[in-house]
């Protein structure tokens, strides 16, 4: 495609008007005041923090991130992974299970690649089938490294996941915990790590009181985890989880000494609709799909950015108004078009061939439906391209 | 990604346990089927057929397409048509409006470059400064090519796109159409070629009668457009129009040449819950999102397929079911997961590490998320992998 397209390299130094619609525009002032919002949390927290990338995708993201100060980075994916260690990181969480012996043979390929940097590999796991399939991978890989002479004393990190109240993947805070801490600690190449204890149904509660119910149940039953493997004798380990909407309970919980979130860096329409915690830095928009008005009518106007070009899982976009009095609302318009028509009480429609900025419902699958993210500097009206950030795991499903 | 994951290649010739999870899987039998049915109905009514390839985005199957009978290819985006020139299919129409300069200048461009080929670039219109402005790309077009020596004769066929029903793009049946077709006829670069009348809302009404009704409106706006435009002294030009849930309806209509139908070749979920008219040919389901049970609970059990895998604009996927009795409901889990419990009267559930097949909600943004599909001959159970089908033009936003 960029091969017939404009080169976006030429892109840089233009003015934001010259970037063809659709585009995924990160508003790089803005993106750069969240990470250091988030910077400065961490260190007046004294908490780790390891935002997950698999928001941005992006290698050149993942360095400035650690230039920050950031631990290292979390990914869902075996394939975001080996993307990232290609570009250089080489500190990675795979926070989630992983069953196919296939792919466990890339997560020790793995393991072994990143040792030779002084990087470290670490997995969640919630089944002792996951426990055994784990560690054969990696003997299989140490039997391999050692016939070529290497060094067989790489161990991968495991985290037992719990489930903290997302019923999704982990095991309920209780004896399971300690069996699979166990199991881990059976096999010379796995080293029990802690507790991956992320409540995601959290984040996307609006009022503030419901988050707070909701981490604090978390945080009981990490405690509950936590004693029960002291209580065998073990070291607990690290606990390790929130995301944006909740990072400001994990911090100031006492237990969590690691926080994940990812989506502070650019926000998304869906947390916008949060009630803030006073607790909670001041993060801002920072993502925008621009679009254009291709067709114009009597009470409505078409643009050309459908849900091929933002997610709509968490509901349609927000239109970024720049002048409060001329809102417009985004309706479902299908794959290829958005439906715009005027809020309440405005009836002025923008016209042919007006660019106007969306603002996503949901950002880390909006990033996924594009190959880059063009960064701005001097804001959407009068800024220029800074940067092309390509989104290297797009499309990483494996 | 595709340096450090296996080969694809590889793949080939391989059975289909062998695909790595999660996958796009195509049911290359089923998906030939389907296209014999469609070459048949089209042949049967005498009307001709430009499937529409934002569903596929793929060359290799719009050259199929075409091999079995289509007069060319429909797409959206110019981007997606200059990958479809770059691979060799000459005859596109883009069925939809383009405003921006630096896009018509590509649009021009294209039209050159498919001339030599004897090929035809289609493009729609709703607007004057549409028409004005795709005029004056295509003056610069051939002024570029006059002063390199080449045929100023090329001219780029116009569609004046009608609002039958969708209220989206297009202008209202009546002056207006005849308006445009007069602003068309004065530029010598652009010839009127006749009426885009889409009716995309009535896909998706799941009764046959409302859909019978939806189409009727559409054939009648179709009609008066067409006496309006006569009644100038003009030839009203081809109608083209129609999707896969109304197409015998069109077919049928009397009014309409050309059939613009595309998801036939795959079907989904939200097709499957249309009550099917007695005359639609009997289209299967022919693509399959692959999938692996990652996380094992008392209640339900967790795959690795969330909606970075497949879109759920139109609803989550269903569990293809080779034995009806193990029924499975698929539950939103998030980008990376899918949450399945037994279906009502089943207490059924899978074991870690169990293949499983989704049907996508909605075919066309499912594929825009992966970068290839795998196409399997002999069945999804014993079948082997036959083809690699790039997606090429996922992505192709602008």
Redesign the interface.
């Known amino acids: 495609?960029t091969?017939?397209?404009?080169p976006l390299a030429e892109l840089i130094g233009k003015p934001v008007h010259d970037i063809?619609?659709?585009?995924l525009v990160i508003d790089m002032d803005a993106m750069k005041r969240n990470l250091a919002r988030m910077a400065e949390f961490a260190k007046k927290h004294r908490i780790l923090w390891r935002p997950h990338a698999?928001l941005h995708k992006s290698v050149l993201l993942a360095k400035m991130q650690i230039k920050a100060g950031a631990v290292g980075i979390c990914v869902?994916?075996t394939?975001e992974a080996?993307?990232m260690v290609?570009g250089g990181i080489y500190n990675i969480f795979i926070t989630?299970?992983?069953?196919?012996p296939?792919?466990l043979a890339?997560v020790a390929a793995l393991t072994q690649a990143v040792a030779a940097h002084g990087g470290q590999i670490a997995i969640a796991v919630?089944?002792i089938?996951?426990v055994s399939r784990l560690a054969q991978a990696m003997t299989n890989a140490r039997t391999t490294v050692a016939r070529l002479g290497g060094s067989t004393a790489t161990v991968i990190d495991v985290f037992v996941e719990i489930d903290v109240g997302q019923?999704?993947?982990?095991v309920k805070p209780g004896q399971d915990v300690v069996t699979l801490a166990q199991e881990i600690r059976k096999h010379p190449a796995l080293r029990f790590a802690g507790l991956q204890a992320y409540q995601?149904k959290a984040q996307h509660l609006h009022s503030a009181q419901e988050r707070r119910l909701a981490i604090a149940s978390a945080v009981k039953a990490v405690g509950i985890a936590r004693q029960l493997i002291e209580a065998q004798g073990m070291k607990p380990g690290l606990v390790t989880g929130a995301g944006t909407g909740s990072l400001v309970l994990e911090a100031a919980s006492g237990v969590y000494g690691e926080v994940q979130a990812g989506s502070f860096m650019f926000m998304d329409a869906d947390y916008a609709q949060n009630e803030r915690d006073p607790a909670q830095p001041q993060f801002e928009q920072a993502l925008f799909v621009k679009t254009?008005?291709?067709?114009?009518h009597p009470k409505?106007v078409?643009c050309d950015?459908g849900?091929?070009?933002h997610?709509?899982?968490s509901g349609m976009p927000k239109v970024h108004a720049f002048d409060e009095k001329s809102g417009l609302d985004y309706l479902?318009?299908?794959?290829?078009?958005g439906?715009l028509q005027p809020s309440a009480g405005s009836t002025r429609l923008p016209s042919?061939?007006k660019m106007l900025w969306l603002i996503p419902g949901h950002c880390?699958?909006t990033v996924?439906?594009?190959?880059v993210m063009i960064g701005v500097k001097g804001g959407l009206r009068t800024g220029v391209v800074h940067g092309i950030y390509p989104v290297d795991?797009?499309?990483?499903?494996?």
């Open positions: 495609m091969s017939l397209t404009p063809d619609t659709p585009a698999k869902q994916k394939a080996e993307i290609a989630n299970e992983v069953i196919a296939t792919k890339r919630d089944s089938e996951g019923q999704r993947c982990g995601g254009q008005v291709i067709s114009t409505h078409v950015a849900h091929k070009s997610a709509i899982d479902n318009g299908g794959d290829e078009h439906i042919l061939g880390d699958p996924n439906l594009h190959d795991a797009r499309g990483a499903l494996t």
